[in-house]
């Protein structure tokens, strides 16, 4: 509902009467009954006329209805505006923060009192409880105000801010809620009027006497210059009055503390980088939204007062000089500020003298250096308008590949699109559902109930189908991709605005046809549409916005949905650079990143791609034409990897459902993306590579047997040797998918089958990685077993690494095949070359089975590994180990030992002997190897290992005197290190 002071102003234009009454008590233009004549129909609109007090009647009428109309504010929720910087709690909820909870409650708990009103002027006091152990406090309050609106505040307590003060709002919530109870008494210059000279001298002097000591001084010099004949006191009729109101000519606005809002806002500006300061900014921004939505002229004073500060903010200056860009949030928050200099601009309701003083302002502003430019960064010389003609989601030589629209107006600095279609939908809901199309208004948005308004002069058309139409002009326009990833994330944003509004909107069979005629203009629309036959490389995509009219046209037209759709399809950009069905890797690789450095968001974009496809895929389920439809304009225009794999996972999701049957179309569309992501990324592995196979082998299992013996057949165009041994052989193969795929004997040998050819052909290929699942696989088939084993026995000679024999002999004897072990051990230590040195080798443990499994074998085998074992194995420690292991037992303990040996082997008689040369050998070699580099701090280490020698030494018949003399020429030879040879002697003699 208006105020009423703009209510009037509009619908009962000022007289000169009228005109004259405004300023009557300042000017002194006469009596009462020449002041405002109001009709009687404006008289029974007046608020609470009925509520003057009998007292007040007596005053002539014409001054009843002026002070009676240009009363207090009636509307609590006007004060709260006031109170609050738009600040929404939930429903039922209220925080004590706020002035205006806090003055109502003040007023419930009957802490007004005093209230008296003189002519526009309230006053009252207001006592607060005091917190524990204090006094209560007494705040006296004033209020001015003029045509519903309070024009100043004044209050003991001193409290400046952007919004009145709870002690203000008490108050004012009496004032509009006990209005019987406030005392009304004329202005003070109408009282005054009616008082003879001895009244008005008495009462003068009375005054001065109650306040002498604050007055006394004012009122002599006012009184000199009265007297005085020529002054310019006596030169003005009448005096001025502070209860009599404004005229109605006189600025009409509500009370703003200006220089507080300029204080607030250079406080806010330079806590900038703080999450608070950012948010309280927003809040002013709804705070100005608010105004502006009231038709109150103080949404521009405080834009003017916010804006000058931000142009104040030191950080531009900073940041021009460094050359350097805003930060986001310092972005986002001059976009606000620009998207409410459009609306105060552009509102139909402000006076053209208004206008051109902003756009003066405007044009002040825009010339000063520090003024940001849109893209809010001071080394950004602005974007080449210049199409790209390098041409080849034989592609683009349909025609002219111009552009005509370089700046579109969907992401425009100005939001022109967003303006208008806000405008046209707010015109087609209630007044009190304003707020919800505004997504700052609150912290929860409201769905809207639109009805189709008509427009004036236009039959047949309706505000509502003209907010559709064009938002999907805007959206639909081709236009070039702006410079810069602040400009291009506004693209973004304002499209995601844009359909967020249309998708609240319920489309009826009006709405329909307005979606269809639109559909069909974009198709046919040229070098002007953005679904268009030819486009530029560098046009915006159309995803975002076919993925609205998709959904929205589905059901109605699903011919047109599908047409209009797989046109959207393309990504012009890539489509130049990749064609058809080639990789490009993943959607924000280095790749990408070099090619197109200026395409900040096009994993974005990308994205949006792969969403309309999956929606497509969605809804084409069951209808076999239009699945493969899509199928090709998905192989033909999206060209990564992790977003083929997506698609396909959502195709095979709702290919199965849980209560259904399986769409076996969809179910073979999914896999066919899946084997195509294989094939891309088969040469360049990334580290969902696993996830992927894995799927791919489900996916097929879903389809059939067919399906799953084809990808194993077919292996080496999608899989890695490993993958297809690891992954494919053994998850086609397990007790699981068999069940899942109900296979009767015959067919699950011929699985069977398959797999183990895969896996021999992987273990060809790659025996290090692959010969060990091939021989698991193939375990239950001799044939394949044998061939696997031999293809073992080929690597090792082609060089199979040590460590993958050992392995594999692991395997063979757990699986009772010792023999087949030792000779895998055999070829494996055949390749191994243990250093002196290497006591903590990798291969010590291997080595350590090797030889108690040769042993476990019987004495002939132990023979035939000795050899392997002396030329492999130079380590002191580890043959004395090994020659320690094998006179503990006899050999030939294991069960494939040809006899019972009777005793352990000596390791003085064969073929331990030669294991005891080689230990004691390499002892004395490893010994003359440590004495050369020595240093004092691993003396006590040598002699621990001397130590270990002699234990070896002593188990030869003669080793007493080999250590002695052994001991000895230690002694010769290293005779200058005199410390050492102490020790030596202090422990060996």
């Known amino acids: 509902m208006d105020p009423p002071a703009a209510k009037r102003s509009r619908d009962c234009p000022a007289g000169p009467e009228e005109r004259d009454a405004g300023a009557g008590a300042v000017r002194g233009r006469g009596r009462p009954e020449a002041l405002l004549d109001l009709s009687a129909k404006r008289v029974a609109e007046s608020w609470a006329f009925e509520q003057v007090e009998e007292r007040f009647s007596r005053v002539p009428e014409p001054v009843q209805k002026r002070i009676v109309f240009w009363s207090f504010p009636r509307s609590e929720r006007e004060i709260c505006m006031y109170s609050s910087l738009g600040y929404q709690p939930p429903e039922g909820e209220h925080d004590a923060r706020v002035p205006f909870t806090r003055g109502l ?12 009103q003189v002519g526009f002027h309230l006053s009252g006091n207001i006592r607060e409880p005091g917190g524990p152990g204090e006094p209560e406090r007494l705040y006296h309050v004033s209020i001015s105000f003029d045509r519903c609106k309070i024009t100043s505040v004044s209050c003991g307590c001193d409290n400046r801010d952007l919004f009145y003060c709870a002690h203000v709002v008490a108050l004012s919530l009496y004032r509009i809620r006990h209005a019987r109870q406030v005392e009304l008494r004329l202005p003070i210059s109408e009282t005054l009027s009616q008082m003879n000279r001895d009244q008005l001298q008495k009462f003068v002097q009375y005054l001065i006497s109650a306040h002498h000591t604050e007055v006394l001084p004012t009122a002599q010099r006012l009184a000199d210059e009265i007297l005085l004949l020529g002054s310019e006191i006596n030169l003005v009729h009448g005096a001025p009055d502070p209860t009599a109101g404004a005229g109605i000519e006189d600025a009409n606005c509500w009370h703003l503390d200006e220089e507080q809002i300029q204080e607030q806002v250079k406080q806010l500006l330079s806590n900038g980088g703080y999450y608070g300061a950012s948010q309280q900014l927003r809040s002013m921004f709804c705070k100005v939204r608010e105004m502006l939505r009231m038709r109150d002229s103080n949404g521009a004073r405080m834009l003017i007062l916010m804006t000058e500060q931000f142009l104040q903010d030191p950080r531009l200056a900073l940041w021009r000089q460094q050359g350097a860009g805003m930060t986001d949030k310092c972005r986002q928050l001059w976009d606000e500020l620009g998207a409410l200099w459009v609306c105060i601009v552009l509102s139909p309701h402000c006076k053209p003298e208004e206008r051109t003083s902003w756009l003066q302002l405007l044009s002040k502003w825009d010339k000063l250096d520090v003024c940001p430019l849109e893209e809010g960064n001071y080394s950004f010389d602005g ?10 989601p034989e592609l683009l030589q349909k025609g002219s ?23 046209l939908l707010e015109a087609c809901h209630l007044e009190e559902e304003t707020l919800a199309i505004y997504p700052d208004s609150g912290p929860e948005r409201r769905k809207v109930a639109y009805q189709h308004v008509p427009v004036p002069g236009s039959p047949g058309e309706s505000y509502l189908a003209m907010a559709l139409e064009v938002a999907l002009l805007g959206l639909g326009q081709q236009r070039a991709l702006p410079e810069g990833l602040y400009a291009q994330d506004k693209v973004v944003r304002n499209e995601e605005q844009l359909l967020a509004l249309l998708e609240e909107v319920e489309l009826d069979e009006r709405l329909v046809q307005v979606l269809r005629k639109q559909a069909g203009q974009l198709l046919e629309g040229g070098p002007f549409s953005g679904f268009g036959e030819v486009l530029f490389r560098e046009s915006v995509p159309m995803h975002t916005c076919a993925r609205y009219l998709f959904t929205a046209l589905l059901p109605h037209d699903p011919d047109l949905a599908y047409r209009l759709a797989l046109r959207a399809m393309r990504l012009p950009i890539l489509e130049t650079a990749f064609p058809a069905g080639e990789p490009h890797g993943n959607p924000l690789d280095s790749i990408v990143s070099n090619r197109f450095p200026r395409w900040f968001i096009l994993g974005h974009l990308e994205t949006r791609q792969c969403e309309l496809a999956s929606a497509m895929l969605t809804a084409a389920k069951g209808d076999p034409k239009w699945l493969h439809a899509v199928l090709g304009s998905i192989q033909q225009n999206i060209h990564s990897p992790a977003l083929l794999f997506k698609l396909a996972q959502d195709a095979c999701k709702t290919a199965t459902p849980a209560s259904a049957p399986p769409d076996t179309t969809l179910l073979g569309i999914a896999l066919e993306l899946g084997l195509q992501v294989m094939q891309m990324t088969l040469n360049t592995m990334t580290w969902r590579r696993r996830e992927m196979v894995r799927w791919l082998v489900s996916c097929a299992t879903e389809v059939g047997l067919q399906a799953l013996m084809n990808i194993m057949q077919n292996w080496y165009s999608l899989f890695t040797p490993v993958e297809a041994a690891t992954i494919v052989a053994v998850t086609g193969t397990t007790h699981a998918t068999l069940l899942r795929l109900q296979l009767d004997a015959p067919r699950r040998e011929e699985l069977w ?17 692959c010969a060990l699942p091939a021989l698991t696989l193939c375990e239950k088939n001799h044939a394949a077993f044998e061939a696997a084993y031999q293809i073992v026995l080929d690597a090792a000679a082609g060089g199979l690494g040590h460590a993958h024999l050992f392995t594999v002999a692991r395997y063979m004897e757990h699986r009772g095949l010792p023999l087949r072990a030792y000779k895998l051990a055999t070829l494996a230590l055949a390749q191994l070359s243990i250093a002196f040195n290497q006591d903590s080798h990798p291969a010590v443990n291997d080595v350590l089975w090797a030889c108690s499994l040769s042993h476990s074998l019987g004495r002939h085998e132990l023979s035939a590994i000795v050899p392997l074992i002396i030329r492999s194995i130079h380590c002191a420690p580890m043959l004395s180990d090994i ?3 094998w006179t503990l037992s006899a050999p030939g303990l294991g069960p494939l030992g040809a006899r019972r040996a009777a005793k352990p082997l000596g390791a003085d008689r064969a073929p331990l002997c030669q294991l005891l040369d080689a230990a004691v050998a390499a002892y004395i070699t490893t010994s003359h190897s440590r004495l ?26 003669d080793g007493h005197l080999q250590f002695a003399q052994f001991l000895e020429n230690l002694k010769q030879t290293y005779k200058g290190k005199k410390k050492l040879m102490l020790l030596v002697r202090e422990r060996f003699g």
């Open 883 to 885: 020659l320690r292991r």
């Open 753 to 769: 089958a398959c797999a183990r050819t895969l896996a021999l052909q992987c273990a060809m290929k790659d025996p290090q990685n």
């Open 932 to 957: 050369t580099h020595i240093s004092p701090r691993h003396y006590g280490d040598f002699i621990e290992f001397l130590g270990k020698a002699r234990e070896t030494f002593l188990l030869a018949p």
């Open 383 to 392: 974007p080449s308008l210049q199409p790209t003609v390098a041409l080849s």
């Open 401 to 423: 590949t111009c552009i005509t629209n370089m700046e579109g107006w969907v992401g425009h600095p100005l939001d022109p699109i967003g303006c208008l279609c806000r405008a």
């Open 105 to 116: 409650h003040l007023l419930q708990s009957g802490a007004v009192d005093r209230v008296l």
